[in-house]
């Protein structure tokens, strides 16, 4: 099993913001964290705050993701969906995004609070290109933290925004509790390694939808300066 860098844990030092703060430094803390660089980390430097406010109410936020998803679909598009080629979503801040929320928390308690929305949009730029794999007819799968419990209002949620025919939603059952989510997401992605399908590529906001075992042959991780899971 690989051990994945972002599980290890930096020095609070490192996430403590500067009494002189710029946005150079915010900026620069995002592209640490948005690299793994920062490694684990729960919230967002104090002195931060309003730039990553801005950051997610601004267009930079959905030009940034619109950027992933058009290299995702570049490849995606090198050899074409043949028998077998399948994608991976996650779904948190990835085809649902809580932006509208992302006020109202922090760390990982805004993503317990997430999954209690019943009518988050769709991120503009992976819905498009989550239509365009199914075009190509790539086998879409959706690997989700969240609990079996919430499968009814993820999916009424998912259909509402225009997500529709992915192969199968997968979420944590009883046999999953207590996983790291690089873990559990590893193990889940390794079933369908076993079943036969090939993991053409992943996309999520966490490191831990991406790296484990079982990886895909290219990765595309969408920003998030919200929260960390580890």
Not at 88 to 104: A, G, K, M, R
Request: with cysteine; glycine share 6%; hydrophobic share 35%.
């Amino acid at each position: 099993m690989a051990t994945s860098q972002s599980l290890i844990e930096m020095p609070n030092h490192l996430h403590e913001t500067p009494s002189n703060v710029s946005d150079f430094y915010c900026s620069s803390w995002r592209l640490s964290i948005e690299t793994n660089n920062a490694g684990y980390w729960n919230t967002s430097p104090s002195n931060c705050s309003d730039y990553v406010k801005d950051y997610m109410a601004g267009d930079h936020y959905l030009s940034d993701s619109e950027m992933v998803c058009a290299y995702s679909l570049a490849f995606a598009q090198i050899s074409g969906a043949s028998k077998g080629f399948s994608w991976v979503f996650d779904i948190d801040e990835t085809l649902l995004s809580h932006n509208p929320y992302s006020l109202q928390g922090k760390g990982n308690n805004l993503y317990e609070k997430s999954m209690d929305i019943p009518d988050a949009p769709a991120l503009p730029a992976s819905l498009k290109f989550y239509k365009e794999l199914l075009k190509m007819n790539y086998t879409i799968f959706l690997l989700t933290g969240r609990p079996e419990s919430y499968r009814n209002i993820t999916v009424e949620n998912l259909l509402k925004v225009g997500y529709s025919n992915w192969e199968r939603l997968i979420m944590r059952g009883d046999a999953d509790e207590g996983k790291k989510a690089i873990v559990y997401k590893s193990e889940k992605r390794q079933e369908l390694v076993n079943e036969g399908y090939r993991l053409h590529g992943n996309t999520g906001d966490q490191w831990s939808d991406l790296l484990g075992f079982a990886v895909a042959e290219r990765s595309f991780k969408l920003p998030n300066p919200m929260y960390y899971i580890a």
